[in-house]
């Protein structure tokens, strides 16, 4: 029961506020990755599709967190994830959920939580070196820390959903946060960090040409389509 006594001690309790601190910060990003990945279902699925979301989203980065002192011995995770992530915020962001039921933009339950999963995976490998630092190695410390800001995403993935709907534009917005965190992601990469930590053009340059070209790569495909949906 000594596990049992530690939850009361000033030190547990400092080491979980940190923890709920980093989860709320990072949260943003869930949530709009949540709202994106479900928009395109049909209302009944929407609320489902972030509750199972989020749940799977914090199972994965849990294991993530117990892993990360063998996750941070790969080359290039870093680099290989923003990449990742700058694909599906594309897609998120092209995508408008036909002809593909387990897209980014996916129709199906199964789709979206499978997005939210793979997306959400991408994005926490910063926020697994973050919480796993504070828990002092207590997996304890992460479940709690992650337990307690499931309502705060779920609130703010629906917030998310419901702008989105009424304001089209909104979507643009979260595909650009997707593809930052994306570039933050590659510039913190060990591989080439000491690069671009040395030459401020070619960093900045990298969220200029990434972010842009999610966007402007997206408006295109979205214009070109607009017809063919304005026929049917």
Known sequence: MEWFTDLFTMQFLTA???IVVIDLVLAGDNAIVIALAARNL???LQKKAIIWGTVGAVVV???MTVGVV???KIPGLLLIGGAALVWIAYKLLSDDGNGDEHGAGATTLVGAMKTIIIADAVMGVDNVLAVAGAAH???????LGLLISIPIVVWGSSLVLKLMSRFPSIIFAGAGVLAFTAVKMIVSEPLVKAFFDSNALAYYGLFVVVVGGVLGAGYLVQKRRAPATAAQ
């Open 42 to 44: 049909p209302p009944h």
């Open 16 to 18: 979980l506020l940190s």
């Open 70 to 72: 063998w996750l941070l």
């Open 137 to 143: 190695g207590s997996f304890l410390l992460v479940v």
């Open 61 to 63: 980065r849990s294991a």
